[in-house]
């Protein structure tokens, strides 16, 4: 392990603060606080914009170089030739079978890109990356170790944000609307529209100065359960949690941010378009609103079920699960694509069935989008 793995952060010093057992979805993630005490407070406080939560678990890779920009446009889903900076967006690194490899979100400062990912894949990422950039003029790093991520819901006022260009590197979330040559397969008014998310970068060296604001009471703490509430609140899909090696955007609604339908060839493109125009994507997300009686919450991996013909059938998984101040108990998971809309599902909690109702995020029928004729059968005028 190197001093990163075993770190804790400093915001474990604060009143309240709780930490898991271990750290994250990764063994290698830095530990960061769950909660300070009261889940629901800290998740409408964040809500709100009156506090911040310390995300330095998350990994930081830079990329310096003139070119830069035309290395991650060359290899990932997101059109990014042209990003201006302090442009924020998002991009997935896809392997040749169009499946997620890496999801990162992107800000430039007009010399560095940053990217952030989930925790344990920033070494993975700036290696495949280092691997691929050939005679083009890139330095990339790994930069986990002396910078670190700060979230919150709205911009704050006194952070000392990472600025070496003079430009503050925050990436703002796109996912409050389809970004430009994106797909939204989700139907009716989207919960995301309504979600404002930042992540700031700053040096790690002064993440003490942070923790001192809070214990100033400038700025408000919420642990990362709050944010979890939030994100699965707004059918936001995370690597982490909701992917796994078989995943393509489309089960997770991800071309809505991530992917630009329109740009040229990346590794990965043909599978994009060919289930996007003329296929359909064999999983789907779907929001589940959980019964609450049991006061038993699924974990990550908990199994979903159907009932057919009598018999309870396994159907897909919970992918991320959290209770939401207002909605209660909810999750995210992925089904198969052909379960109905309508089916009621159950979730298995140990020896325990949770009934969960399902709102369509991916709908059964998404993908075939293209608009192609129909061939006269031979014999018929």
């Keep these: 392990m190197t001093a990163i793995d075993a770190d804790v952060s400093p915001f474990a010093a604060l009143d309240g603060a709780v930490l898991p057992e271990e750290a994250g979805a990764t063994s290698d993630a830095r530990l960061v606080p769950l909660h300070y005490g009261d889940p629901f407070r800290e ?10 939560v310390d995300a330095s678990d998350l990994g930081v890779v830079s990329l310096d170089g003139e070119d830069r920009l035309q290395l991650l446009h060359a290899l990932t889903s997101q059109d990014l030739r042209h990003i201006a900076p302090g442009a924020s967006a998002e991009t997935l690194v896809l392997d040749p079978q169009g ?24 070494a993975p990422l700036a290696a495949f990356l280092d691997r691929m950039r050939f005679m083009l003029r890139v330095e990339v790093a790994d930069r986990s170790v002396d910078v670190a ?57 002064r993440l003490d100065e942070v923790v001192a604001m809070i214990r100033s009471a400038r700025i408000g703490v919420a642990g990362s359960l709050a944010a979890e509430a939030l994100r ?18 489309h089960e997770l609604d991800w071309l809505r941010t991530a992917v630009h ?22 999983r789907r997300i779907v929001m589940l609103h959980l019964d609450g009686s049991d006061a038993v919450l699924p974990a990550h991996g908990s199994v979903i079920t159907a009932e057919k013909d009598g018999e309870a059938r396994e159907v897909g998984l919970v992918t991320s699960s959290a209770i939401h101040h207002d909605l209660g108990p909810i999750a995210l998971a992925v089904i198969k694509r052909a379960v109905p809309a309508d089916v009621p599902l159950s979730v298995l909690v140990g ?8 709102q369509a995020i991916v709908p059964p029928g998404a993908g075939a989008t293209a608009d192609v004729p129909r061939l006269p059968r031979l014999g018929r005028g």
Excluded at 232 to 249: G, L, N, V
Excluded at 351 to 358: E, L, M, N, R, W
Aim: aromatic letters at 8%.
């Design 261 to 282: 339908l329109d740009k040229g060839c990346y590794r990965g493109q043909e599978t994009v378009a060919k289930v996007h125009n003329l296929g359909r994507p064999p």
């Design 149 to 205: 991520v700060i979230a919150s819901a709205a911009e704050l006022d006194g952070l000392p944000v990472f600025a070496p260009e003079g430009i503050p590197v925050v990436w703002r979330d796109p996912w409050a609307a389809v970004a430009a040559g994106g797909w939204q397969y989700a139907e009716g008014t989207h919960p995301g529209s309504e979600r404002t998310w930042f992540e700031s970068i700053v040096s790690r060296d």
């Design 99 to 122: 499946r997620v490899e890496f999801a990162a979100r992107v800000v430039d400062d007009g010399r560095t890109s940053w990217l952030i990912v989930d925790p344990g894949l920033a």
């Design 232 to 249: 699965i609140a707004a059918w936001r899909p995370r690597q982490a949690f909701d992917a796994d090696e078989r995943t393509i955007p």
């Design 351 to 358: 020896d325990t069935v949770v009934a969960a109702a399902q």
């Design 43 to 52: 998740q409408r406080e964040l809500e709100a914009g009156r506090a911040l």
